[in-house]
């Protein structure tokens, strides 16, 4: 089989709608209906959507359709075939994709082809089945060729090929399930920004090496295009060595920040220091005065204790003192000189004393 290729021939004849066969679309991509000869033979009678909802049997899986244009596949789609997948706890997901012709002529040119889109559909966890080139406008003959039992879009109604709502004959026939749109994200929102930023990605892509014949870019815009690159180019490096210099001058504030509270702890170290030594309380102090002491002490004479014990001696023994430096009191001096001289003599004793 061309669009399941971990299936073999005995797996063909196998049953669509087997758990077994739901479990290889997790790691390979989903089949296609038209190159798999394999058909649901489970029972398929009519289902309302509380039955449904309900829960069916393992072999009878809600046969659940979406299709779509799908171009520039997106998370807008994803989410609308997440939804269609979860509406119901039994549910087999067939995503029918629309054909390059079909589209072109109701809807507009495509960025991807059909091929391309096909595939991109395929490897969606959610789809079980692509149909390719489905119908513009459903069929009763296409609903029971596929055993569909609901169809699943968002409410707004789809007015295209002459209709007000294409859908609307399945919502009176009682298949139709919505889902919700995502805001913010559509293919055309996404062609506005290109187109939008033409420049911008024209720029981009030269870059990347696309010469100005694909692009369809003109001569003169390509040399413009290329000379905006190199300008790009130079803002880029003066940027960079702006966010450098500003790195360095950063690095250089965090260092500078770091020395100086350094400097105030050696500082305020250093004062403590000199405040310990040479404070009012300081040990220079201390150790000036008890040296001070030490000096006073050494100059200072040695005083003969008050009370010291004596010894008797008889007062035959005991001279008399004699002043030698006193005047004799009978012999008065003969002269000045002599009289200047007795008073320095007795300066000089005194002195002596001292």
């Known amino acids: 089989m061309v669009g399941h290729q971990d ?18 679309t997790l790691t390979a991509p ?46 807008g789609h994803a989410r609308a075939l997440m939804q269609a997948k979860t509406l119901f706890p039994n549910s087999y997901l067939l995503v029918g994709v ?12 495509t960025v991807m082809n059909e091929a391309e889109r096909y595939e991109a559909l395929r490897h969606c966890r959610y789809v079980d089945e692509v149909i390719r080139d489905a ?23 789809y007015s295209s090929a002459g209709s007000d709502d294409v859908y609307k004959h399945i919502k009176e026939a009682g298949m139709f399930v919505p889902t919700q749109r995502t805001e913010g994200i559509s293919t055309s929102d996404i062609i506005t920004r290109i187109v939008r930023d033409y420049d911008v990605y024209a720029r981009r892509n030269l870059q990347r090496g696309y010469t100005a ?10 040399k413009k295009y290329r000379f905006q690159n190199q300008v790009d180019k130079m803002k880029e490096k003066v940027k960079n060595v702006e966010e450098k210099s500003k790195e360095f001058v950063n690095r250089v504030e965090e260092k500078s920040h770091d020395l100086i509270q350094k400097w105030e702890e050696k500082s ?87």
Request: include cysteine; hydrophobic fraction near 30%; charge should be negative.
């Open 30 to 75: 989903a089949p296609f209906a038209d190159e798999s000869s394999c058909q649901c033979q489970a029972p398929h009678e009519k289902l309302t959507i509380a039955q449904a909802r309900l829960g069916t049997p393992v072999d009878r899986p809600v046969r659940v359709y979406a299709d779509g244009i799908f171009d520039l596949f997106h998370s």
């Open 213 to 222: 014949k694909e692009l369809n870019v003109s001569f003169i815009n390509e």
């Open 98 to 109: 629309c054909s390059d012709d079909l589209t072109h002529k109701f809807k507009g040119f």
């Open 7 to 24: 299936c073999t021939m005995e797996e063909d004849t196998r049953d669509h709608c087997t758990p077994q066969f739901w479990r290889k």
């Open 268 to 354: 305020r170290e250093f004062i403590g220091n000199f405040l310990e030594l040479f404070g009012p309380d300081g040990a220079w102090k201390q150790m000036f005065q008890e040296r001070s002491s030490r000096m006073l002490q050494a100059l200072s004479p040695k005083q003969s204790p008050v009370s010291s014990p004596t010894r008797s001696r008889s007062p035959s023994r005991s001279p008399s003192p004699t002043f030698s430096w006193l005047p004799n009191k009978t012999s008065p001096p003969s002269s000045p000189k002599a009289a200047s001289a007795s008073i320095s003599s007795m300066s000089e004793g005194d002195e002596d004393e001292k």
């Open 135 to 157: 119908p513009w406008t459903l069929t009763p003959e296409f609903l029971e060729k596929h055993k569909i039992d609901f169809v699943a879009h968002d409410d707004i109604p």
